[in-house]
């Protein structure tokens, strides 16, 4: 057996991954629907994303998803794992919620490769998610509008940093967008996030008090809460058939989910740990109100129809972070030399 070279491993920092995503928003979609589309043919190993929960401190937990990509010709595959945590009081600290890191394995070896600051990452590949839904969804419903040329009017509800990144990708969704509207308990948040979007994006951004009002006069409703529990239960709201990327997971009831065209990007691990899916399925006792997935949609599979809403419930899959965690790894690895003798005792026996 030939001999490998031996090991490397490089760290890159947050600012490092921030500059290469920046410059590769496109290149990172594709990433991400590349991925959907594998997970659709059964090229990927995603396992259950496993919590780590502390008794006295119940709203805070750490994530781990681990997550491999098979070989395809001529590109190697890509393995590893991502452990993000949540502590909502964070935000009362003026930190964002989420902190992450990515650690990539060599493909061949399972050595560690890689470690990387995540929680950029994470955010992109979920705003890539969004977007991906949003073109495919929004195509079908603006072919059978009446009047198609009618730009879309699209809401945040929260003002996070998912919602920014969100906000961000907009452009990437090719569709007509005229009005956006954001909500947020803390009002200074939605006044931020607004002015932001309009002075870098130029949409007419504006701040809206009313929640009823934000879903009742949107046509893209974007959720990006930390809610724990459902909040929203009146499905008359959303009796305009929107189009929901619920990308929080947990801010709709039952009632809310089985008015709606469901859509998901896996079915087994939308509907569990306590999701809005997951509820409607304890109370129902069955996953009959899931439509479609967002894998099978991008590789051919027929669109929800428009006459009730459409919710797209993203889980958030460990291959999308380890696939743009592998393109990042291709943009930089070049530039940044490997920590030395980061694996020490090298010899067999």
């Known amino acids: 057996m030939n001999a490998l070279p031996l090991p490397q491993f490089r760290v890159f920092t947050g600012e490092q991954i921030s500059a290469a995503i920046g410059a590769g928003k496109s290149a990172v979609l594709d990433t991400v629907e590349a991925a959907y589309r594998a997970h659709d043919a059964g090229h990927t190993v995603n396992p259950e994303s496993q919590f780590l929960r502390f008794p006295d401190e119940q709203r805070n937990r750490i994530i781990a998803l681990p997550a491999h990509i098979r070989d395809r010709e001529g590109e190697a595959g890509a393995t590893g794992i991502k452990w993000i945590s949540s502590f909502p009081e964070n935000i009362e600290r003026g930190m964002p919620r989420a902190s992450a890191v990515l650690i990539l394995n060599d493909a061949m070896t399972g050595y560690p490769m890689a470690c990387m600051e995540a929680s950029i990452i994470s955010a992109a590949r979920t705003a890539a998610s969004a977007i991906s839904a949003l073109r495919c969804l929004a195509s079908g419903a603006l072919a059978t509008k009446e009047t198609p040329a009618r730009r879309l009017r699209v809401a945040f509800i929260g003002a996070g940093v998912i919602a920014r990144h969100v906000a961000e990708c907009l452009p990437l969704a090719a569709l ?12 200074d948040y939605a006044v931020s996030l607004a002015s932001r979007i309009g002075s870098h994006l130029g949409y007419d951004a504006r701040t809206e008090v009313s929640l009823e009002n934000t879903i009742r006069e949107s046509d893209v409703i974007v959720f990006t809460t930390t809610a724990s529990s459902p909040y929203l239960d009146n499905p008359d709201w959303f009796s305009h058939c929107p189009i929901v990327l619920h990308l929080s997971l947990r801010d709709l009831a039952p009632a809310i989910v089985l008015e709606s065209y469901n859509v998901v990007d896996d079915i087994d691990h939308c509907l569990r740990a306590m999701t809005s899916l997951h509820l409607t399925e304890v109370e ?20 929800p129809a428009r006459d009730r809403p459409i919710v797209f419930s993203p889980f958030g899959l460990g291959i999308l972070d380890i696939a743009v965690g592998r393109w990042v790894y291709e943009q930089l690895a070049a530039q940044q030399a490997p920590v030395p003798r980061f694996f020490y005792d090298m010899q067999r026996a």
């Open 176 to 187: 007509p967008i005229g009005e956006v509207t954001v909500h947020d308990l803390h009002n």
């Open 284 to 303: 129902t006792g069955h996953r009959r109100f899931v439509t479609t997935s967002l894998p099978h949609l991008l590789c051919g599979g027929e669109l």
